[in-house]
């Protein structure tokens, strides 16, 4: 069986790498929020994006993990093992052979998610395991990615039994992205945080040896999300190339057009991921008998943060009022440089949304009295107009030394989220 646990952690850069690909994790109101917000814009075809980032994340990152044994069926169980030790789900490949075949699951992470989530789909939505699945083709034979391909027949989100996932050989039906380049990450400076009671070191060494138990459908299923350890630039490619699709079609505004959609998935992220953790009974035995002050709180969230695989977030202050969060390595930042070299504006959209987020939570959502995480919460804490809103104000993508978020109130607020120019420094 796969398991995450025989790859170390790294607690300096807190990324944690498997077969050369950096992984995070995140909730499925995340990553259907993410993909949702995607395909609401129709006039971008996003289909072809969404399957050919994760056949491309998956191919590299298999094409590591299988270089240990040539055996096909070995091959086949290591990729089983990985869907479902990343909770996608379960898959069987016994029927696959290096002309394709059919893959049936009861169990995939997207298209449950999105039913629970959204609700009954009239589509397929589960893009991610179609490329990981045309990917995994790919990698298990020997084959070039773009003489693959896939798409998805039948999708447990539209009321059907089963996932139906039709693999075959020919011309990649998605989107086969340029080769990136080697990561390179940013040396850290010593700042100094503000004293607090809460032990964040140790928060972040617990929460990273934390198993995550995948039940019997292959999902993880703690904090009252299923959870998933997913590739860093899988979200970073979706994010990042429908940005620019959105830039041909529509000029500079189309900049605009996808940050608000980000930092809006950020918020989600935030609410759902942090609020499920800092509303669990882990939160509880772990952190909260170090919490003195909502402050703490603050601290204490952004030392689980850490384990995520988010970077590097250290807490330059926090107040009733704003915070400042500092992140080395964001991958966010890492990634696009990877993807794209250097940005010309600010591109940290998870951790802007994610500040902010935590902020409306802790200071105006009362998160300590453990309040129902529902829809009708989040309407009240981030759509009325009250909630604090955040800015980049360093990007490590743009050649920053890092990225930073600062969060205030809207009648504190001092302009908008977007970095422009040639690298602005705090």
Same mark, same amino acid.
């Given at each position: 069986m796969?398991?995450f646990?025989e790859?170390?952690y790294?607690?300096?850069?807190?990324?944690?790498?498997v077969g050369?690909?950096?992984?995070?994790?995140?909730?499925?109101?995340? @990553?259907?929020?993410?993909?949702?917000?995607?395909?609401?814009?129709?006039?971008?075809?996003?289909?072809?994006?969404?399957?050919?980032?994760?056949?491309?994340?998956?191919?590299?990152?298999?094409?590591?993990?299988?270089?240990r044994?040539?055996?096909i069926?070995?091959?086949?169980?290591?990729?089983?093992?990985?869907?479902?030790?990343?909770?996608?789900g379960?898959?069987?490949?016994?029927?696959?052979?290096?002309? !394709?075949?059919?893959?049936?699951?009861?169990?995939?992470?997207?298209?449950?998610?999105?039913? %629970?989530?959204?609700?009954?789909?009239?589509?397929?939505v589960?893009?991610?395991?179609?490329g990981?699945?045309a990917g =995994?083709? =790919?990698?298990?034979?020997?084959?070039?990615?773009?003489?693959?391909?896939?798409?998805?027949?039948?999708?447990?989100?539209?009321?059907?039994?089963?996932?139906?996932?039709?693999?075959?050989?020919?011309?990649a039906?998605?989107?086969i992205?340029?080769?990136?380049? @080697?990561p390179?990450?940013?040396?850290?400076?010593?700042?100094?945080e503000?004293?607090?009671?809460?032990d964040?070191?140790?928060?972040?060494r617990?929460?990273a040896?934390?198993?995550?138990?995948v @039940?019997?459908?292959?999902l993880?299923a703690?904090? #009252?999300?299923?959870?998933?350890?997913?590739?860093?630039?899988?979200?970073?490619?979706i994010?990042?190339?429908?940005?620019?699709?959105?830039?041909?079609?529509?000029?500079?505004?189309?900049? %605009?057009?996808?940050a608000d959609?980000f930092?809006?998935?950020?918020?989600?992220?935030?609410?759902n991921?942090?609020?499920g953790?800092?509303?669990s009974?882990?939160?509880?035995?772990? &952190?909260?008998?170090?919490?003195?002050?909502?402050?703490?709180w603050?601290h !204490?969230?952004?030392?689980?943060?850490?384990?995520?695989?988010? #970077?590097?977030a250290?807490?330059?202050?926090?107040?009733?009022?704003?915070?400042?969060?500092?992140?080395y @390595?964001?991958?966010?930042?890492v990634?696009?440089?990877?993807?794209?070299?250097?940005a010309?504006?600010?591109?940290?959209?998870?951790?802007? !949304?994610g500040? =902010?987020? &935590?902020?409306?939570?802790?200071?105006? !959502?009362?998160?300590?009295?453990k309040?129902?995480?529902?829809?009708?919460?989040?309407?009240?804490?981030?759509?009325?107009?009250q909630?604090?809103?955040?800015r980049?104000?360093?990007c490590?993508a743009?050649?920053?030394?890092?990225?930073?978020?600062?969060?205030?109130?809207?009648?504190?607020?001092? #302009? #908008?989220?977007?970095?422009?120019? =040639?690298?602005?420094?705090?």
């Amino acid at each position: 069986m796969f398991d995450f646990a025989e790859f170390d952690y790294d607690f300096v850069a807190n990324r944690l790498v498997v077969g050369g690909e950096p992984m995070v994790l995140h909730c499925h109101h995340y @990553n259907v929020f993410l993909q949702r917000s995607i395909q609401d814009a129709e006039y971008i075809d996003s289909a072809p994006i969404l399957v050919g980032a994760a056949a491309e994340v998956a191919f590299a990152q298999l094409t590591d993990l299988l270089a240990r044994t040539a055996d096909i069926p070995a091959r086949k169980a290591t990729v089983e093992a990985l869907y479902r030790a990343s909770g996608l789900g379960l898959i069987d490949l016994g029927a696959l052979t290096e002309r !394709g075949g059919d893959v049936r699951t009861r169990s995939t992470h997207y298209s449950i998610g999105w039913k %629970e989530k959204f609700g009954r789909s009239r589509t397929p939505v589960d893009f991610f395991s179609t490329g990981f699945l045309a990917g =995994a083709l =790919a990698a298990i034979y020997g084959l070039p990615l773009a003489d693959v391909q896939a798409r998805q027949t039948a999708c447990l989100s539209t009321g059907v039994t089963e996932d139906v996932f039709v693999l075959g050989r020919g011309p990649a039906n998605f989107t086969i992205f340029a080769q990136r380049q @080697n990561p390179v990450l940013n040396p850290m400076a010593d700042d100094a945080e503000p004293a607090t009671s809460v032990d964040r070191k140790a928060i972040t060494r617990a929460v990273a040896a934390m198993p995550l138990p995948v @039940n019997a459908e292959g999902l993880i299923a703690v904090f #009252g999300l299923y959870l998933t350890r997913l590739h860093a630039d899988y979200y970073n490619r979706i994010s990042y190339a429908f940005e620019r699709e959105m830039t041909a079609a529509t000029g500079r505004q189309g900049v %605009e057009v996808a940050a608000d959609l980000f930092i809006e998935a950020g918020h989600v992220c935030a609410f759902n991921t942090m609020g499920g953790i800092m509303t669990s009974p882990d939160w509880d035995a772990l &952190v909260l008998p170090m919490l003195k002050t909502p402050e703490d709180w603050f601290h !204490g969230i952004f030392a689980w943060w850490n384990a995520c695989g988010y #970077g590097v977030a250290k807490v330059m202050d926090v107040s009733p009022t704003g915070a400042t969060v500092r992140i080395y @390595n964001d991958y966010e930042s890492v990634g696009y440089r990877r993807m794209y070299g250097a940005a010309d504006h600010g591109i940290s959209y998870l951790v802007t !949304g994610g500040v =902010a987020g &935590v902020m409306n939570l802790i200071y105006l !959502g009362d998160i300590h009295t453990k309040p129902a995480l529902t829809t009708e919460f989040y309407d009240r804490l981030f759509k009325r107009g009250q909630a604090f809103q955040a800015r980049m104000t360093a990007c490590q993508a743009m050649g920053d030394p890092y990225t930073e978020i600062h969060a205030e109130l809207p009648e504190m607020a001092e #302009g #908008g989220h977007r970095l422009e120019g =040639a690298g602005v420094s705090a």
